[in-house]
């Protein structure tokens, strides 16, 4: 019971960073961790992911759609655990610019955390368990995509950014997990700040604010382990700069209604998640998040 909690104070992980538009988005600095598996000791798989936005400002328009198919792993040794997503991106941007595609190997994160405190015991005699456990860490993100524009190309705006797989900075990130757990009954919360720096080309991505929480259901089925879930996701981005200048409008939120399930079979593990906007404001109300969905399969050790 203990090795399956611990692994379910990560299972909503520390966020998703998504926001795009022909001025102001970061798809390409997209970040998530999103539902882990169960796992003892580490877990490897792979994992796709879809999400699309649409940009009206009254005399330009853009539709942006990006796929994110990733490789990502964990290890975990006692109240220390590491993660890396290596990912690989293709991006469509439709506009009345005309039509971009890019795809490429995009900035592979890697992240640590550690176990503040765990806390577990029975508390009825039918064998009901109470627990509570708080992880904290942190981590980088590489820039390891592709990321230079043209910038001496007639048609440049600042949203040409987003249209590369990679970002060109090193950012940082900083994640709290707490779980508590009554028996088949969790909550998890989550919260999540990145720190993005200027890239060589002298721009720099707002930094990120994530606040997740989730409730999850654990139902147990001979071999089969099924959690249901269901939560709320709220993201907020701050100003972004160019040489130093405000892109104006730039910051901006998302909060987003969560659906889940996690089926876990032995060692074998399927996660589906899925995002709608409940509330957002995104380029002053010009950009609409439109859905975010995933779907991963996982192998644990």
């Given amino acids: 019971m203990k090795k399956i909690f611990i692994s379910i104070v990560l299972l909503f992980g520390a966020s998703y960073f998504v ?98 405190m765990s806390n577990a015991k029975p508390v009825s005699e039918n064998g009901r368990y109470f627990a509570h456990t708080l992880w904290a860490g942190g981590g980088i993100k590489l820039k390891t995509g592709q990321s230079a524009v043209d910038v001496n190309d007639h048609c440049f705006s600042v949203g040409d950014f987003t249209g590369t797989p990679g970002t060109g900075s090193t950012d940082y990130l900083i994640n709290i997990n707490d779980a508590l757990l009554f028996g088949n009954h969790g909550i998890v919360t989550n919260i999540a700040y990145k ?21 999850f259901y654990s139902i147990a089925l001979n071999n089969w382990t099924i959690r249901p879930s269901a939560g709320v996701n709220v993201m907020r981005n701050e100003t972004n700069r160019y040489h130093g200048q405000e892109v104006q409008d730039s910051q901006g939120y998302t909060v987003s209604g969560m659906a889940g399930l996690n089926v876990q079979r032995k060692k074998i593990g399927l996660l589906l998640n899925g995002f709608l906007p409940v509330s957002q404001n995104l380029f002053n109300g010009f950009t609409r998040f439109n859905e975010r969905t995933s779907v991963a399969l996982t192998y644990s050790f």
């Fill in 195 to 215: 720190i993005n720096t200027q890239n060589n080309q002298h721009y720099r991505y707002g930094n990120q604010l994530y606040v997740n929480t989730a409730y």
């Fill in 19 to 116: 926001k795009a538009c022909p001025f102001c988005g970061c798809g390409n600095s997209n970040f998530q961790i999103g539902v882990l598996p169960t796992f003892s000791n580490a877990f490897a798989g792979v994992r796709y992911s879809y999400s699309t936005f649409n940009t009206d400002s009254g005399s330009q328009y853009s539709r942006d759609y990006f796929h994110t198919t990733e490789i990502w792993g964990g290890y975990k040794r006692g109240k220390f655990q590491v993660m890396a997503f290596i990912p690989y991106l293709s991006i469509h941007k439709r506009s009345d610019d005309g039509v971009v595609n890019s795809s490429g190997l995009g900035d592979i994160t890697i992240l640590g955390n550690y176990q503040l």
